[in-house]
């Protein structure tokens, strides 16, 4: 996750970016709270859409995914990949299998290599970079929505009250893609905040 803090840095950099509004889904939104430790004055803002500081349950902590999840999620995927695209790409988006969302998130999945995917898939699911939260200065506002398989409102909360300076926002839309399955709901928030 710090590799890739580091090349959004060196982005901004070769693009010559002063300072920036940093929108980041997923993992992408930890990636950007790493990117403001390495460089704060690069960003003024730090939107995270369905963001995960750990996706695992840890203790106390509820992440969503207990290690028994993440073993069947690794198992399905490393036995059937297309079959594993099409039930994830269902329980992700929250819709049905033939809902125009899915098929564009599946076909996303498919167009990676399987390999490269359930590495992407591993390093996600076992990032944890809650201890790392109080280092970010940048203010943050965290979109969530109200049902997400990956990401669960316990751990939005915990982004907010770690994230000094920042605002939680649950979105009244369902599944872990709403720029994608819920535009309308996605842009109205980015736009209360930006």
Not at 104 to 128: C, G, K, N, Q, Y
């Amino acid at each position: 996750m710090d590799a890739y803090a580091c090349d959004v840095v060196a982005v901004l950099d070769a693009l010559r970016v002063g300072s920036c509004v940093r929108v980041g889904h997923s993992v992408a939104g930890m990636v950007a709270a790493l990117a403001s430790i390495q460089a704060p004055s690069l960003f003024r803002k730090l939107v995270m859409l369905g963001a995960s500081a750990c996706y695992r349950n840890v203790g106390d902590y509820r992440g969503g995914f207990d290690p028994a999840d993440i073993d069947r999620l690794i198992d399905s995927a490393t036995h059937d990949y297309m079959q594993w695209t099409a039930s994830f790409g269902q329980t992700v988006v929250s819709r049905p299998a033939q809902d125009p969302t899915v098929c564009e998130f599946v076909a996303t999945l498919r167009a990676m290599r399987p390999d490269m995917a359930l590495s992407l898939l591993l390093t996600i699911l076992h990032s944890d970079v809650r201890s790392r939260l109080a280092d970010v200065k940048v203010p943050a506002v965290i979109l969530q929505t109200r049902q997400d398989a990956a990401v669960t409102c316990k751990a939005a909360e915990f982004l907010r009250d770690h994230l000094t300076g920042s605002a939680l926002e649950i979105l009244d839309a369902s599944g872990h893609l709403p720029h994608m399955s819920a535009p309308e709901t996605a842009i109205a928030a980015l736009d209360r905040f930006l």
